[in-house]
């Protein structure tokens, strides 16, 4: 399939997301300078949520891969709307309403109304949701590497040692509680409470998401239609991908307080994130490319202590993706260099 076909809902999305932020900007401001302001946002929020989200898209394909076509069709069309209204809108409202103690009618009339307090309100649940995506984020990519039977490796000090003391068991689950410890020590009694609880919950996330992607994609007659890379994978991904948008939900504030204009320029982003995804799966490309996946991975765990770190200080976003898209262009100089090297050209005999 050429990669335009891949694009045409994300072009046509983005197209229709930006005339939206332009009329957004006509009506909320009456003049022409305005609504190119908004229209200059949306885009920067969509390349910001692309940036930071690629090697997301990069996890979604490693499990894809393993997926049912349905269920693929599904992530792609159930999935970008939950990634959109779910995240985008959704999740940022219930963060408002419990914050504030309104309900989620009053935290949209709060959003419009008054963008400034709707902003602070998010702003205090930063500390609990860096938190909560740090460890689960952590937990999946040191899920990667700590694995007994991994037997491709790119940085081979670190990755062997990972694979050699696989087999203890829990060993990723006491490193990341010891690194949860070790923030909340430096935190005041009231906040390092917040922290804890919130990291807890990352935590048990992703250990009972991992336990019912088990059940769920098990091969066995009972599963029906949650069959082996069905509705267990469906559910992984889609938890990822809520991790992976905490970042770029809180980072979207810092350019606008328009819950509307949030909502657009990072749902444009998310399309091309999923359709990277269905690319990469389709075109093999995680295959040719072996250690394309490791270089995410990694990006993952870089973002994990990022957002840890976000529980001391603000980390500009440009740095986040400025690591990540650094790290996955080595990974993939790499498997340049070793198929040119390993890769023996057909026979012409």
């Known amino acids: 399939m050429p990669t335009i076909k891949y694009l045409l809902w994300p072009i046509i999305v983005t197209i229709a997301g930006l005339a939206g932020c332009f009329w957004f900007g006509w009506t909320y401001t009456g003049n022409i300078v305005g609504a190119l302001s908004y229209l200059f946002i949306g885009g920067v929020l969509s390349v910001l949520e692309i940036s930071l989200s690629f090697d997301n898209a990069i996890i979604n394909a490693n499990k894809l891969q393993y997926m049912t076509e349905v269920w693929r069709r599904r992530f792609l069309t159930w999935g970008i709307l939950i990634a959109v209204f779910g995240m985008r809108i959704i999740f ?8 504030a103690q309104i309900s989620p009618w009053a935290a949209v009339e709060l959003a419009i109304a008054e963008p400034t307090e709707y902003e602070r309100i998010i702003g205090d649940a930063h500390l609990s949701i860096s938190a909560f995506g740090g460890t689960f984020l952590m937990m999946v990519g040191l899920s990667y590497f700590v694995d007994a039977e991994k037997d491709v490796h790119w940085v081979h000090a670190i990755e062997t040692f990972l694979q050699k003391v696989a087999s203890i068991r829990g060993l990723e689950i006491a ?56 509705l267990g994978a469906f559910l992984y991904l889609e938890v990822l991908d809520a991790s992976f948008s905490f970042d770029g939900v809180i980072g979207a504030f810092a350019l606008t307080t328009n819950l509307f204009l949030i909502a657009i320029g990072l749902g444009v982003g998310a399309m091309y994130v999923r359709a990277m995804t269905i690319m990469l799966v389709e075109k093999g490309t995680l295959a040719q490319f072996r250690f394309l996946e490791h270089g995410a991975f990694y990006s993952i765990l870089i973002l994990s202590v990022i957002m840890f770190m976000q529980s001391l200080t603000h980390v500009p976003e440009v740095i986040t993706g400025l690591m990540s898209a650094g790290l996955i262009g080595m990974a993939l100089w ?3 260099l070793y198929n040119r090297k390993h890769i023996e050209s057909p026979s012409t005999e």
């Open 175 to 230: 490193f990341v509680l010891i690194v949860i410890v070790g923030f909340a020590s430096v935190l005041s009694d009231a906040l390092a409470l917040t922290f804890l609880m919130s990291a807890l919950f990352g935590l048990l996330t992703f250990l009972g998401v991992d336990l019912l992607g088990d059940l769920l994609d098990a091969e066995d007659e009972t599963v029906g239609t949650a069959a082996r890379g069905g």
């Open 334 to 336: 790499s498997s340049v």
């Open 92 to 99: 940022p409202l219930a963060i408002v309403a419990v914050a």
